[in-house]
Nanobody
Framework: QVQLVESGGGSVQAGGSLRLSCRAS????????MGWFRQSPGKEREFVTV????????DYADSVKGRVTISRDNAKNTVYLQMNTLKPEDTAVYYC????????????????WGQGTQVTVSS
């Protein structure tokens, strides 16, 4: 099993940046594909980005491509989400998740989830 804890959320103005972190504990971190999802009120949880076991391969939702970067440090059991040029529509609770599959682009492919961290972008 893997336990995931996100941090780094907060409130920023449009155009600003935030860096989210997700620290894993429990099972061997580098055997998991790691993803970030987000969910805003009244909407389904949506895919944001995913990174493979070694950190070499990534994929992004079109809505965030070019503004968001996912990375991981397997020595620190941590995955990061750098978000730049934030927009009000990026406002959501952001979740990290762990999967044994690649590519894992849907919520159903993930086995473990963090509790989420709120990101609020004001205009």
């Amino acid at each position: 099993q893997v336990q995931l804890v996100e941090s780094g959320g907060g409130s920023v103005q449009a155009g600003g940046s935030l860096r989210l972190s997700c620290r894993a504990s429990g099972d061997t971190f580098n055997t998991y594909v790691m993803g970030w999802f987000r969910q805003s009120p009244g909407k389904e949880r949506e895919f944001v980005t995913v990174i493979n076991w070694s950190g070499v391969i990534t994929d992004y939702a079109d809505s965030v491509k070019g503004r968001v970067t996912i990375s991981r440090d397997n020595a620190k059991n941590t995955v990061y989400l750098q978000m730049n040029t934030l927009k009000p529509e990026d406002t959501a609770v952001y979740y990290c998740a762990a999967s044994r599959r690649w590519p894992a682009l849907t919520t159903a492919e993930y086995n473990y989830w963090g509790q989420g961290t709120q990101v609020t972008v004001s205009s």
